[in-house]
């Protein structure tokens, strides 16, 4: 959190040269242990994200840090879900869609550019869903599906693989002896970390989590929560929640988004002790939302 | 309310109604009076399939008793035993199939180095002489059963009018006639003395026999040299055969001498030559055969070739339009696919007669195809014409239930796969197809129950020949003409007498295809309901 007071948050999307000019050098002041923490790794710069004829996001403008979590948050249809997907470009299964404006780049390089292959940007860039969605298949073969679609069908090799993210899931010891048995056959906290397995052993730099929580039980969303904590440690995650109390526990920093504009950027603590930001400040109280 | 209520508690005026006359049809209130009605449609429904298999069963039954009653005569008037000495001549033709062969290969091989037909014709001089001593040395034999095949017909039309006579007496006396009846006078079949001018002749017959066997071993010791060297090894072989049928001779000798007349037949037999018959021989002068093999062989056939061509066609468009189209083509092809059902079939054996038979038969007359096993093919109608036709019916089918399957398939599985970098055909055949692969056979099934019910396509475009096709040409079997199940109940079922035996073994092939078309229908609801996924 040594950077966190370099970055301004966008109080109004027409605002953009504030923040353009208050860009930070993160770099320099980090002396955290782990390489890379805290340094930006996604651009998000000025996009506009339209559905059709109807835009969604407007001149979103933040930089993701490397190695945290980060958190979106906001009413129901305020975009956040949108740029998540934007982020894996996942949007692009949906017709019609597209950044009208701006750019999103990760380690400099723009994942919307004429040579990205959005298959290899999603090797790099994992996601988990809302909803568990095993496939029905056998655990083991869940999380080998990821290597064996690179043309990994090494026994070994997948046997290693599985292993570790199971363990890296903190699901290793609950199924270890039932590996080949369907993955549909797990609780739903089980199957929504057998997802996360699923995504972490293709080894990707970025976990993308949409509300991975809002269908578990009190008792899985913890469990949940303690491997975001440990994931953070390899992965730079950023997830969409609807409860702000999750955000407020397992997030570094925390985007406040309404109506489609990104209204406040800045550090977990600060936006929930002292944000700048009125709307911000009602939504994180409760008042509205 | 009650009255024991408004005791303790005195009706006041804003009390709690609840109680309301309502109308009645025959003591029913209109609620219960609904759900007879709808219940009763569905109880017609069930009926009605009962009565269908009731009927079935019914007609169809008494075929094993008539059938083994055929069975019996057939052994008891002799033709059985004239049919064990046929063997021996039907085995001799096959050999000499065998020789024409060689020397049709010989002949071409001839005409290949440049030959004219008439000097290929002259070096094979030899060889024909040879044929010729091999053919005639069957010739004393054949006369014997030729006349023996007379005599033990003559037994059995003696008995077949006796039955006739004996019926008719039963009519009269039925209706109370006695005067008519005692003029009709039984000649009763004294299977026992009539059979012995047949059986007596198995001295003669051996002594034939032996004549015969001697003949042809003397005539295959001098084998003709061939002009064609690579053809030998083939007249070689045949020496073997010959001499491998000639050793088999006292096999047939023994089974005459066991053969007995009275040994009865069991209902089992009647039951196997229907299952196992590979004869569907009607309206003979010998004997009627009613074995379903050829049938059911066609039957088989035309729909493997149905499905051969409609599974890749029906599933590969039911992924094309659920998972790769834009919108605006799943709008066209939809309902353009499903309106094939709508085509007659009658329509389609029109068309499978009139273009397909003629343009399949022409292409397969191209040098570059000649590569396609069976082709080129001389019969217009046959296996391959039905089942191109059929697969036209089973498409529709196919395709509207494997893309109901497919879309069943949650949309979370797909972006799943996507989110972990797979490709969209890797989705496809990844996830999609193995998700809704249950789904997918059970339509491949129901297109097989389609299919082998259809009718009409085979019995205009199958060629209708009751044979069981010839597997030792492999693939080109498909390419000769067939009959099938449903094409012979459409054809011949105009024509029987009801209640002859012909008539209930027609049943009897309806109820073989309504337990097919039932253990598919039951197999594809199985199949669906234990592999559903369920969606956690």
Known sequence: MVTSSNFQSTTAPMDSSATTTGRPAPKASAAAPAPGIGRTLIDIDHVDFYYGAKQALFDVNVKLEEKRVTAFIGPSGCGKSTLLRCLNRMNDLIDGTAIRKGSIKIRDVDIYGRDVDPIELRKRVGMVFQKSNPFPKSIYENIAYGLRIQGRNKKSDLDEVVEKSLRGAALWDEVKDRLHESGLGLSGGQQQRLCIARTIAVSPEVILMDEPCSALDPIATAKVEELIHELKKEFTIIIVTHSMQQAARCSDKTAFFYMGQLIEYDDTKKIFMNPSNPQTEAYVSGRFG | ?536
């Open chain 2, 1 to 536: 309310m009650s009255s024991a209520n408004s005791d303790t508690a005195p009706a006041s005026p804003g009390t709690f109604l609840i109680q309301k006359e309502r109308t009645r049809f025959f003591g029913l209130t209109l609620d219960e009076c609904i759900k007879t009605f709808f219940g009763g449609n569905a109880v017609v429904a069930v009926v009605v399939l009962g009565l269908i298999t009731l009927f079935l069963f019914r007609e169809g039954a008494d075929f094993f008793g008539q059938n083994r009653e055929s069975l019996r005569v057939y052994r008891q008037a002799g033709l059985e035993y004239v049919d064990i000495m046929r063997e021996t001549e039907r085995d001799h033709t096959a050999l000499t199939r065998y020789l024409f062969d060689i020397r049709l290969q010989a002949l071409k091989a001839l005409t290949a180095d440049g030959l004219s037909v008439a000097e290929a014709n002259a070096k094979l001089a030899a060889f024909d002489d040879f044929s010729y001593a091999y053919g005639d040395a069957v010739l004393n034999v054949r006369g014997l059963v030729s006349d023996l095949t007379e005599a033990a017909s003559a037994i059995k039309t003696k008995a077949n009018v006796a039955d006739d006579r004996r019926i008719e007496r039963d009519q009269y006396l039925a209706a109370g006639m006695t005067a008519e009846a005692a003029a009709v006078t039984v000649e009763d079949v004294d299977f026992a003395t009539e059979v012995k001018a047949i059986t007596g002749t198995l001295p003669f017959y051996k002594d034939e026999l032996t004549n015969f066997g001697t003949e042809l071993e003397r005539v295959v010791t001098e084998l003709p040299v061939l002009p064609v060297p690579e053809v030998q090894p083939r007249l070689e072989r045949f020496r073997q055969l010959t001499r491998q049928y000639v050793a088999g001779f006292p096999d047939n000798v023994e089974r005459l001498e066991n053969w007995d007349q009275f040994a009865p037949v069991p209902l089992s037999r009647s039951f196997t030559s229907f299952i196992f018959g590979t004869q569907w021989l009607t309206a003979s002068f010998w004997q009627d055969w009613y074995g379903v093999v050829p049938l059911f062989v066609g039957s088989l056939m035309v729909s493997t070739i149905a499905l051969f061509i409609a599974v890749p066609l029906g599933v590969g468009a039911a992924v094309y339009v659920n998972q790769i189209a834009s919108p605006r083509e799943q709008r066209f092809i939809k309902p353009f696919i499903e309106f094939i059902s709508a085509i007659p079939s009658v329509v389609l054996g029109f068309f499978g007669i009139a273009m397909l038979g003629t343009a399949l038969r022409a292409m397969s007359q191209w040098e570059a195809m000649s590569w396609v096993p069976g082709f080129p093919f001389a019969e217009r109608l046959n296996a391959l014409t039905a089942g191109c036709l059929l697969a036209v019916i089973a498409v529709p089918t196919i395709f509207t239930l494997a893309e109901d399957a497919i879309n069943n398939v949650p949309r979370a599985f797909k972006e799943a796969s996507f989110a972990l970098g797979a490709s969209r055909l890797q989705t496809i055949l990844r996830i999609i197809v193995p998700a809704s692969l249950s789904g997918i056979v059970s339509a491949v099934l129901l297109g097989l129950g389609r299919v082998i019910g259809e009718t009409m396509v085979v019995l205009l475009c199958a060629g209708n020949r009751i044979a069981i096709p010839d597997f030792t040409e492999g693939l080109a079997a498909f390419m000769q003409p067939v009959h099938t199940m449903t094409g012979i109940i459409a054809q011949e079922m105009g024509e029987v007498v009801r209640g002859s035996i012909h008539y209930r073994a027609l049943f009897v092939v309806g109820l073989l295809l309504f337990f097919i078309a039932l253990t598919i229908n039951f197999l594809a609801q199985k199949i669906v309901r234990k592999y559903r996924i369920s969606v956690g």
